[in-house]
């Protein structure tokens, strides 16, 4: 019976951080109280301490489980930098700049992550670390290190594009800047 009972809060536990990191992306952070969290989860408000001592350990624990799903997505790309190209074709695709719920963690919430605690920054930074690891072995598989600057300019072109995109009223300016926004990767990437 214990066994269960610890096996079910851990399913639970990752009921809760997956629910919530959609919720974040699409409401923000501060905007997702955790009552509606919590309903997300079809759990009670007071379950919740339960399963996280406070809102900063959900958010560190959804920023963790976020970028690692991401990195291990890289894993289901084509090999190689032709993987590369078809992730930042689908990355500033429209379908992902007007899902923000089911996208990137880092486009939706980078700004609220640089204002939150030390757990949460430290948890982005494990996991932007691995992310630009994985950018960079594409890059260039013989010498990952040297292609560690280049994938950081990759990063920060294709999430600077795709939030430049969502905040955009006018559609076809928007796709202008996602289509300019491949082109600028692909050029970096060669």
Known sequence: MARYTKEHK?????????????RFKLDG?????????MSDAG?????????????????????ADQLRRQVE?????RPGREGLEDFVRGYLSPKHRDNP??????????????????????????????ILEELAARLTPED?????GKAIGLFT??????????ALSDR??????????????LTFMH
């Open 157 to 166: 072109v294709i999430v600077g594009t795709l939030q430049l995109s969502r």
């Open 144 to 148: 990952p290190q040297s292609a560690r």
């Open 10 to 22: 851990q399913v639970t536990r990752q009921r809760i951080i997956e629910r919530a990191g959609h």
């Open 43 to 63: 759990l009670t408000n007071g379950a919740f301490y339960a399963h996280f001592e406070s809102k900063d350990d959900l958010v560190a624990n959804v920023v």
């Open 73 to 77: 997505r890289y894993g289901t790309l």
């Open 172 to 185: 076809q300016f928007s796709d202008e800047v996602l289509e300019q926004g491949i082109e600028n990767a």
């Open 101 to 130: 719920g089911d996208g990137c963690p880092t486009a939706a919430l980078l700004d609220e992550i640089g204002r939150c605690g030390d757990g949460t920054k430290d948890a982005y930074t494990e996991g932007a670390r691995a």
């Open 29 to 37: 952070i501060d905007g997702s109280g955790i009552s509606t969290l």
